[in-house]
Structure formats: C-alpha cells, structure tokens
C-alpha cells in the first residue's frame, strides 16, 4: 500500500457542505491532469465533506481516473483524526484544536482550517484550493487553469529575495456575496453603500466594483499578473504556500468571509503575493433561491460577515509589512505577534460597537431592493436576530487568539502522527487505490 500514497508537496482541495456537481468535479481533475501533462507533477485531490455525501460521485469519478489519487474525508474522518492528534499535543493546544471542531454550525473560517489541518497531515507546503461551486473557465475549448499559474509562483522567491506566499485569482459569473441586484445598477451608490456595511475603505469602493467585481467577469484574452497587489483573491480560487500552517483563520460561526484572515494578513504584512485574472467561474447553487431555510442561513453569514468586518477590517489596518519570513522560526513568530496584537486589540475595541446597529440597518435595507418576498421574510426574520449575532461574534473572537498561538504546534503534530502512520492517509484514498 505504501507506493499507492504520494506525499506530495502539493495538495489540490475542495471542501463541501453541499453536493458536488459533475461538471465541477471533472473540471478540478482537468486542472490536475493539465498541470500533470504540461508540468509533469502529480497532485493529489482532496475533497473534505462537511454535512454532505459525494461518495458516490467522488468514487465513480476516482474509477474514471485511476492515475489520480483522490483522497475523500467527511466529519467522522476529520473528528477521528483530530482525537488521535490530541494525544500527541499538550493541554492548550489540544483546548485550541477543540475550537476547529464540527458542531453542525457553518463556520467558513473553520473550514479552510480543517483543509489546513488535512494539508499539513499529508505533508504540504502548497495547498491549491477551488470550491463545490467554483472551477476552472473554458474559452472556446480551451481550459484556462489557475493551478498553472499557482505552480509558477507559489513558493518561488522573486529578484528582490521576497517569497511568494500566495496566488490568486477571482470569480466570473456570481461575485462571493449575492448582491447582483446592487452591483449591476447604473447608479453606483447602493453597491457603495452595501461596501461600506463591510467595513471597506471609501477608496477602495471603485476598485472593488470596478476590478474585483467587474474586472473578473470580463472575458479573459491572456493572463495579466499583479505582483504584490492589494486585491483580495476569492477563496474558490487561492493558491497558499507554507503560512498555513501557521496562521489559521478565525473560528467564528456563520460568518461568511472568515476565511480570508490568512489572505488579509499576507496583504496586509507585505508578502509576496500574485493576483492574476484567470476567474474560476462562480455558480451559487438553486437551493440558496428556493429553499427559505437556507436563503435565511446564507442571510445571516452575510449578517455575521457584517460585525466580524467591523472589528477585523479594523485590525488589519493596525498591522505594518514586514521582513520576508524565510525560517520556520520567523513564521512562529509572526504568528505569535498576530496573537499578542489581536489580543492587545480586542481589549480596547471589543466593547466597541458603535456605529453596528446603523451598518446592519443598511445592510437590511439594501437587501430588502432585491424585490424577492422570499428573501425579504429571510431579512425580516432576521431583524430580531441582530442583537444575538452580534454578541455571538464578540463571544468567540477571543478564541481566535488562542488558536493562534496553538496553531503550528498543532499542524506540525499532524504532519508527524500522519507521516509517522501512513494508514490515515491511505484510509482517506478513494476507490481501487484504498484496501
């Protein structure tokens, strides 16, 4: 069974709360089979189940293509890993790995943070990441894969000696938030408006609109690359090398976009970083439009989205550039920096809420123009919920602290118990290559 399992440097994953759809998951192997053609490096696939069962799909796929590993894990998987880990770890660590834990609450923050955990378990530095719902575009047949232009940079140190941490692109098709309603409107200010609920800098508004948003829907003719860019990439379509492992995003509940911390802090401490407008095409899924339970879900991540920026758009403008971290030892240190100032932060800001109320009254009232009576109960019902989901964000944000401190402890210990015991990994293989 050994030689089945390659541990490799790389990892391609896809995380999923939700069916996968065909064509997705066969355009995340044409990224994979692309980048083992024309680059001659195998990669495995992971796919992480979250309240989801793909495994039929997943293994009919492996079958189609056996010179791929695809490795497949729900939450039993994950929870079995994460107890045998305990043992290896010392009392705080093990107290800050229960906070990754699945409780059957979405929390997007903790799922890039078990995709962390399951990436260092399997031994790597380069973790490439696409969604259920977002893949690689095709122009006029063509595949336009990001995963080539992330096997390019990621990891490579540039003329100056700055290491590139992160490469990214955005979405075509449905920007992260759902908010066509306001965005494709001639007059600008509501989309403005809804920007501000986010915590963004007035300054920035048009270039979100104009490059982020509508930069990416256009069509891609040839690659144009951003060094060191102070634009966001889409989580569906990220490349990270290495600071995963050490810098885990915040493990707070419902709130949609908590897992960009990692991303803002590379942006934000000045590491090499490489935007390109390789979009992964962005579909949100039906059951957001007509399922009532889950238009109220995904409502209400934005709603917590909302309180969690107001106090993390507002750390990150406290932080400075750095050196380029080169050691192991320079990156426990940044993330122990990032703990101690988060901490030093929430002490004088936790309490402030000033100025939420208004922002989430805005963010109601905007959503309310989209004219859809099914989102516009979501909303109302909501309303009452406002006071509750701010409290909810406050309560953990502590808790990111904590996990900070922890975190390369934590990862580094799954990359030894996981090494040190290939049958986790091998458990995780899909199909013929498992026993």
Aim: hydrophobic fraction near 35%; glycine fraction near 4%; charge should be negative.
């Amino acid at each position: 069974m050994e030689d089945k399992v390659t541990h490799s440097d790389r990892v391609f994953m896809v995380p999923t709360h939700r069916p996968i759809e065909r064509a997705a998951l066969e355009r995340h192997v044409a990224e994979i089979e692309h980048a083992r053609h024309t680059l001659g490096e195998r990669i495995p696939l992971v796919i992480v189940e979250n309240r989801s069962d793909n495994r039929h799909l997943i293994s009919e796929v492996a079958a189609e293509h056996p010179q791929l590993n695809i490795y497949r894990l729900d939450d039993s998987d994950i929870a079995e890993f994460q107890e045998a880990l305990k043992r290896h770890l010392p009392p705080p660590s093990r107290a800050a790995l229960d906070s990754i834990s699945d409780t059957g609450v979405l929390n997007y923050g903790n799922v890039f943070n078990r995709l962390y955990l399951v990436a260092s378990a399997m031994g790597a530095r380069h973790l490439h990441r696409r969604d259920s719902d977002t893949y690689a575009q095709e122009n006029e047949g063509r595949l336009i894969p990001p995963l080539e232009l992330e096997m390019s940079f990621l990891g490579e140190v540039d003329t100056e000696g700055m290491t590139c941490f992160m490469v990214g692109g955005g979405y075509t098709g449905k920007w992260s938030i759902d908010i066509d309603h306001l965005i494709h409107q001639p007059n600008r200010e509501p989309a403005y408006r809804f920007f501000r609920t986010l915590s963004i800098e007035p300054e920035d508004f048009s270039l979100v609109l104009e490059e982020h948003i509508q930069g990416n829907a256009s069509e891609y003719i040839e690659d144009r690359l951003e060094f060191n860019s102070k634009k966001e990439p889409d989580c569906g379509n990220v490349a990270l090398y290495d600071l995963f492992r050490y810098i885990p995003c915040s493990p707070v509940d419902y709130a949609l976009g908590s897992d960009y911390f990692t991303i803002a802090n590379i942006i934000e401490l000045g590491l090499g970083r490489v935007y390109h407008n390789r979009s992964a095409v962005h579909m949100h899924t039906d059951t957001r439009y007509s399922d009532e339970t889950k238009l109220y879900s995904y409502w209400r991540g934005v709603a917590t989205l909302i309180v969690y920026q107001h106090f993390y758009r507002n750390f990150y403008k406290t932080l400075k550039s750095i050196d380029n971290p080169t050691t192991e030892r320079d990156k426990s240190i940044i993330a122990w920096r990032l703990a101690r100032h988060l901490e030093e932060f929430l002490e004088v800001h936790l309490k402030n809420t000033a100025g939420l109320d208004l922002l989430l009254q805005d963010f109601t009232q905007l959503i309310h123009m989209k004219e859809d009576v099914a989102v516009s109960r979501a909303i109302d019902s909501l309303q009452s919920e406002l006071p509750v989901i701010k409290r909810s964000v406050t309560d953990a944000l502590p808790s990111h602290v904590q996990l900070l401190r922890e975190w390369h402890t934590i990862t580094a210990a799954a990359t030894k118990l996981s090494c040190s015991d290939p049958s986790w990994q091998e458990s995780w293989l899909v199909g013929k290559h498992a026993n």
